[in-house]
């Protein structure tokens, strides 16, 4: 398909029916394709012909929906994962292992932070996390001579901070190397990170992607402008030759474009099996038919409500970046003028244990750990997604004790604003 506008691209990308076939993308719910040969298949497996032989490695269904997130995101190359975690870890794993180091900023999603110090450090991967707000000479003293990677959210959850993506990408350009952007929470809908200089692009499609609560799912996106083969040293995954399969050399046979996705799905698809289904891609697809439509829903609606909580006498504190005093304001000018996302997040008076209170007289907000769906929900971080983090943890990811994480669905804002000024009248501070 020509490239085509944001609302086209969510509604037609990915997929276009020859005569007399599906207009739906069609659901192929089926482990394995069969083959005439065993010719034919050996050449799928030495990735001399392109086909489908399992559904670990790829299917046609999330074949196309990951088409679909490359055609939004602008870029070159795509890939489904199960998970959102999935995506993070196979994005920097990708180009990055055992003695290895990667920049990522301190303001992440809880889930990521943990896999990156914990996890991955036991992999013998070191991270060093960075403030979003370092100035340009504390970012470059974070790099290493083994640093593969810089890492960083858009819009970061649940701190709302908006990621500097230009003074972040110079950065890790400067030093060889290419800026991974989680854009969960932003969408391409609000932002396009590529647009900006970031190089990969991942998402929790779990959250406004999906949109509706369906199903846990993730995508990787390549920009195809990392130049791998002018930094091989660094990359010797993709610019040398892969002995696990038949000695192919990536960015070789693959070309800058598609190198990054290949070496993600010929290698850590086949030993790690993070796969979507191709129902969940099913159900993610029908998200994204409407995503351009609910982002505005979203954004109209935060915007109203982090007006209102700023103005009510037991709110301490708002952080909303389309609100003009935000400190992030500038940078979601720059970077998400039609809106950051759906989230908000507030301090309530009374600290922790009023949050708590006042989070159980909402009616039309539900408590859920999920965040970023057509049904407003709130969250308290310190005492759930966050809890695993110390108080100098919190403080340094952007989470304060009192933090109540609020995701505006599409719903009336009225009957948001009616919710949230009853379950605040009620506090006791
Ligand atoms: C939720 C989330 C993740 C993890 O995604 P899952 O689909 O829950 O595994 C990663 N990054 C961000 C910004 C998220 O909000």
Redesign the pocket.
Known sequence: MKKTGIATTCVQGGYTPKNGEPRQIPIVQSTTFRYETSEAMGDLFDLKASGYFYSRLQNPTCDAVAAKIAALEGGTAAMLTS????A?FFAVFNIAGAGDHVVASAH??G??FNLFAVTMKRMGIDFTFVSPDATDEELNAAFRPNTKAVFG?TV??PSLTVLDIERFAKAAHAHGVPLIV?N??ATPVNCRPFDFGADIVTH????YMDGHGAA???AIVDSGKFDWAANAEKFPGLCTPDESYHGITYVKEFGQAGAYITKATAQLMRDFGCTQSPQSAFLLNLGLESLHLRMKQHCANALKVATFLGSHPNVTWVRYPDLPGDPYHALQQKYLPNGSSGVVSFGVRGGRRAAEAFMKQLKVAAIETH??DARTCCLHPASATHRQLTDEQLVAAGVSPDLVRYSCGIEDPDDLIADLAAALDAVEA
């Open positions: 998970s959102g975690q999935a993070n992440i999603y889930g990521t959210e970061s959850n989680d969960t929470f929790s499609t779990t959250k846990v799912g993730g965040v970023a």
